[in-house]
Nanobody, 124 residues
Framework: VQLVESGGGSVQAGGSLSLSCEAS????????MAWFRQVPGKEREGVAM???????MYADSVKGRFTISQDIAKNTLYLQMNNMKPEDTAMYYC???????????????????WGQGTQVLVSS
């Protein structure tokens, strides 16, 4: 299972970015998918989760601003980030796990597959 993120970059506060995570060697169906982020010196934190049954979960800090979605035909997971804030600056990772299907979480340790990350910088 390989996950490859893309779409990171720099944006001013209030702007938008869209991240993508393309999977290879498996299909998203039956997997719980999630986005996490991490800044140096801090623990990795959950941002958004999309379970195999369509259930979503968001961190309080991004509710109403971020949207997680997927295109199964393209085997791609997305994170649309709007009204971004400087505190959204981080390395963003996508993650997947088949065993979590139906019981998705935002706990990093619950996920077995990870991408390499894509950097997001939000300037004030």
């Amino acid at each position: 299972v390989q996950l490859v993120e893309s779409g990171g970059g720099s944006v001013q506060a209030g702007g938008s970015l869209s991240l993508s995570c393309e999977a290879s060697d498996y299909t998203y169906e039956g997997y719980c998918m999630a986005w996490f982020r991490q800044v140096p010196g801090k623990e990795r934190e959950g941002v958004a989760m999309l379970d195999s049954d369509g259930t979503t979960m968001y961190a309080d800090s991004v509710k109403g601003r971020f949207t997680i979605s997927q295109d199964i035909a393209k085997n791609t997971l997305y994170l649309q980030m709007n009204n971004m804030k400087p505190e959204d600056t981080a390395m963003y990772y996508c993650a997947a796990d088949e065993l979590l299907s139906g019981a998705g979480t935002l706990v990093p340790g619950d996920y077995g597959y990870w991408g390499q990350g894509t950097q997001v910088l939000v300037s004030s």
